[in-house]
């Protein structure tokens, strides 16, 4: 796709979703579905919202 790592923001809903946005220069969102706490995503030291419609929209997104 030609993206730099820096350029992509990674989407997830899990703790693993944050070690493989920076292992590659990702940044990354989560999103609190339920599969961890609350508590631990924000421990990953990346944003965490409670929507997909929030993420999409942290991203720069628009929402219809």
């Known amino acids: 796709?030609?993206?730099a790592s820096g350029d992509?923001?990674?989407i997830g809903d899990s703790?693993?979703?944050a070690a493989?946005?920076?292992a590659v220069g990702a940044r990354c969102v989560l999103y609190a579905s339920?599969?961890?706490a609350t508590e631990v995503l924000a421990e990953?030291?990346?944003?965490?919202?409670?929507?997909?419609?929030a993420?999409?929209?942290?991203a720069g997104g628009e929402v219809r």
């Open 1 to 3: 796709m030609g993206l």
């Open 8 to 10: 992509v923001l990674l």
């Open 15 to 17: 703790v693993d979703d």
């Open 20 to 22: 493989a946005a920076e």
């Open 34 to 36: 339920g599969l961890h």
């Open 44 to 53: 990953q030291g990346v944003p965490v919202v409670t929507s997909l419609r």
């Open 55 to 58: 993420a999409i929209e942290f």
